[in-house]
């Protein structure tokens, strides 16, 4: 049989105190049983401490092994980090420069936009009608990271000329040409493309104008051109101010009959053949031009943009008369309610009639929403006044003056109701209404 130590140590405790007691002294036995029990319980009491001890000190190991098994994972974990960090900065280095990453599906890349116009007019002389109708879409696909392709039509229906019975239809291609993203300041397009003669053609044509016909003098420059060209912008500085510039070379003017009378200066026909076969762009030589403008923004809302821009060539079948244009644009705008805008545009280009032929003119057009004038009223909220003044002179006696104001309901910002009315001096006044939606 084993004892306890502890049970020995309350058994010496029960001797001591009967040693203390005389040996006259008499103890009963109900007296000595109560002491044995006291003493029972105090051992009983003992082992259930050192039991309890036991148990504690089980676990304290326990979390000391597992504290340790952590602690080696954790260094395993972090040499696997390293390990693959190290393969990953290999790998890096092995790579190409210029990785192709995968793209999304073709169908993904695909966009259509444009707009959509009709007009219902009315000149001085004549009975009111619906005059225009006008679908232009653009196609958009993106082939990859740096490579876009882009296309636009203008399918139009309209009354035929004064003395002719029913109406035309025409199908024009706008532009159509390819762009590569050489890096982010510089673009490489090719194609036939709009031209950066001004500003109005690439951002205020078709529903983005505000007003349902061109500036005259407009009618003094190719909108496209069939070549190549590099366009960008840089930054200057960090208050947002950037530096847009482009250069082109396409198949410039060119003479309807290959003559060089004034008359027959023909600018659309820079590419193509004619119903003899023959080339429109008689003398094979290229014109080039280009485009600098300079953007300063103040605050949102506040900012001024000024432009010049350029582009000379041969017209001539020979090839030796040179058509020449400058443009100067300018756009300012002063909160998001108020815009002002406007071109001066100056041609020239010799002839055999006419010597030197000086074609020029300019405009100037601004808007005002007023909802500037936060007035509690939603439908005076979505109208803009607009008000333009344009003129030009032919070079050949013709001189042609318009005054015309209007305005613009938003239904949204792509549903727009426009009307205008235009003095015309040296011809016709006419009112015309357009209902506009762009896409």
């Not at 082109?248 to 009959?257: A, E, K, L, Q, R």
């Not at 582009?311 to 300018?330: E, H």
Request: charged share 15%.
């Amino acid at each position: 049989m084993k004892f306890s130590p502890h049970l020995l140590s309350a058994a010496a405790a029960v001797c001591a105190v009967g040693a203390t007691f005389p040996a006259s002294a008499q103890i009963s036995e109900e007296e000595f049983k109560a002491l044995k029990e006291m003493v029972l319980k105090q051992g009983q009491r003992i082992n259930q401490l050192e039991n309890d001890h036991q148990k504690d000190q089980q676990v304290h190991d326990q979390d000391q092994r597992q504290i340790h098994t952590f602690q080696q994972q954790l260094g395993d974990a972090q040499l696997a980090v390293t390990n693959v960090a190290q393969r990953l900065d290999t790998v890096a280095q092995v790579q190409p420069v210029h990785a192709v990453p995968p793209g999304p599906p073709a169908t993904h890349q695909f966009t259509m936009v444009g707009d959509a116009e009709i007009q219902f007019g009315k000149v001085d002389g004549s009975k009111s009608a619906f005059g225009l109708a006008d679908f232009a879409p653009i196609f958009l696909f993106r082939g990859g990271n740096d490579v876009l392709f882009e296309t636009g039509f203008d399918t139009r229906l309209s009354d035929n000329a004064p003395g002719t019975s029913g109406t035309s239809t025409s199908f024009t291609l706008s532009f159509a040409q390819l762009d590569y993203l050489f890096n982010d300041y510089m673009t490489v397009v090719g194609g036939y493309m709009l031209l950066p003669l001004g500003t109005y053609v690439e951002r205020g044509a078709g529903w983005l104008n505000k007003i349902p016909d061109d500036p005259m003098s407009r009618a003094l420059l190719p909108n496209n051109g069939a070549g190549v060209q590099l366009r960008g912008a840089l930054p200057i500085g960090q208050s947002g101010q950037s530096l847009a510039y482009s250069l082109f070379g396409v198949n410039g003017p060119g003479s309807i009959d290959g003559s060089a009378t004034a008359a027959n200066l023909d600018l659309s026909k820079g590419v193509g053949f004619d119903s003899n076969g023959n080339r429109y762009n008689f003398h094979g030589s290229p014109s080039g031009g280009g485009r600098v403008g300079w953007f300063v923004p103040f605050k949102p809302h506040y900012d001024l943009e000024v432009g010049i821009s350029g582009m000379a060539g041969p017209w001539d079948s020979s090839g030796k008369r040179i058509w020449s244009a400058v443009v100067l644009d300018a756009a300012v705008h002063i909160s998001s309610a108020f815009e002002l805008k406007g071109e001066f545009i100056n041609t020239w280009y010799d002839t055999s009639d006419n010597g030197v032929t000086h074609p020029h003119g300019w405009w100037v057009q601004s808007g005002y929403k007023l909802s500037g004038l936060n007035l509690d009223l939603p439908y005076v909220n979505n109208l803009e006044l607009v008000g333009r003044y344009d003129t030009t002179k032919d070079g050949m006696g013709g001189n042609t003056d318009r005054f015309t104001v209007g305005y613009v309901y938003y239904f949204s910002s792509t549903l727009l109701f426009e009307g205008d009315y235009e003095f015309t001096h040296g011809d016709h006044d006419q009112f015309v209404f357009q209902l506009s939606y762009g896409f």
